[in-house]
């Protein structure tokens, strides 16, 4: 059974620093893990992802604030996110793309950057 299960949404303050975890559970043959959001009104967009390889693609928006990780072992991928504002809240998605081409998501988790 494919499971992904993400965590450590929350509000925040500006300026703050949050965690967000995905661990997949019943895929194989995993080709890239990231992460995509959605804000209030808009389209879902690309935050990170991170390949077997460990090459990683970043956002414009997010880059030298947000850091994408995996532990392969675990089937976990991680974004540690610092110095949020407030345009960074949204919904945040897991996705993880088999070899095959085949797509999984999260349930997605929201973030709200407010003081």
């Known amino acids: 059974q494919v499971q992904l299960v993400e965590s450590g949404g929350g509000l925040v303050q500006p300026g703050g620093s949050l965690r967000l975890s995905c661990a997949a559970s019943?895929?194989?043959?995993?080709?890239?893990m990231g992460w995509y959001r959605q804000p209030p009104g808009e389209q879902r967009e690309l935050v990170a992802i991170?390949?077997?390889?460990?090459?990683?693609n970043v956002a414009d928006s997010v880059k030298g604030r947000f850091t994408i990780s995996k532990d392969n072992a675990k089937n976990t991928v991680y974004l540690q996110m610092s110095s949020l504002k407030p345009e960074d809240t949204a919904v945040y998605y897991c996705?993880?793309?088999?070899?095959?081409?085949?797509?999984?998501w999260g349930q997605g988790t929201q973030v709200t950057v407010s003081s």
């Open positions: 996705n993880v793309v088999r070899r095959n081409g085949q797509n999984y």
């Open positions: 019943g895929i194989f043959d995993i080709n890239a």
């Open positions: 991170i390949t077997s390889g460990v090459r990683t």
